[in-house]
């Protein structure tokens, strides 16, 4: 698949004439990186965004004591850095490859001289944000006003909807990335995921969960009910 067909089908443009991604596939370029290799860090001039062809990348902040905080892992076909296009400002966080991966980089300055000519090139970008701002948004009200069991349960619903197999997950990051994008240790969210298993909620092997009981994760996620 040619990347005019790539850009065809992605969220941000698909539903664009396909002159549009043919202008956008000429401005693109593509980007190798290795796992563990940083892509951005926070502060550095918003230069572009991408788009992944193929891996997986981690966005994530540090605190002052070291700690870090993911807020996404994005995988094929989602985008990231999409807010220097239109702020000029720096990156607000990190970007590593945590898989090898392949990405099409579009520079701010041939997008933006793009936009000038035709708005619609920015109305899926913008649909695209505000979803992902929606996301960030109960990510903080999960992580200031939830307790541990509540944001997995939610977490566990979300990934839910992107799988094709609604009761089945197979969980493609670590249990530390995991813990650390709902804001604890590798420890606690193993204890955490065993009572959820004993209590029948869901039933683990391996990377892959099965969700047994969706309304008794619906009850923890939202009503704050208490694990057994």
Request: charged share 20%.
């Amino acid at each position: 698949m040619g990347i005019a067909d790539q850009l065809a089908v992605n969220p941000l443009f698909e539903g664009l004439p396909s002159e549009h991604h043919q202008t956008l596939a000429r401005i693109a370029i593509t980007r190798s990186y290795q796992k563990g290799q940083m892509i951005f860090a926070e502060g550095d001039e918003g230069t572009g965004f991408y788009i992944i062809q193929s891996g997986r990348i981690k966005v994530f902040k540090i605190s002052p004591e070291g700690k870090e905080q993911i807020f996404h892992i994005f995988g094929p076909g989602e985008s990231f850095g999409e807010v220097a296009v239109f702020t000029g400002q720096g990156f607000p966080a990190f970007a590593e490859a945590d898989a090898q991966s392949s990405l099409l980089f579009f520079p701010r300055q041939a997008f933006v001289a793009l936009i000038r000519k035709d708005s619609s090139l920015a109305l899926n970008m913008l649909a695209v944000l505000s979803r992902r701002l929606q996301k960030f948004s109960a990510l903080i009200e999960d992580l200031s006003l939830k307790e541990v069991p509540a944001r997995l349960a939610a977490h566990l619903l979300y990934l839910c909807e992107k799988d094709l197999d609604a009761n089945k997950i197979s969980l493609d990051i670590s249990k530390g990335q995991l813990a650390s994008l709902l804001g604890t240790i590798p420890e606690t969210l193993s204890r955490i995921m065993s009572r959820m298993s004993r209590q029948g909620l869901i039933r683990m092997k391996g990377s892959h969960i099965t969700i047994l009981d969706r309304q008794g994760l619906k009850d923890i996620a939202t009503e704050g009910k208490k694990l057994t």
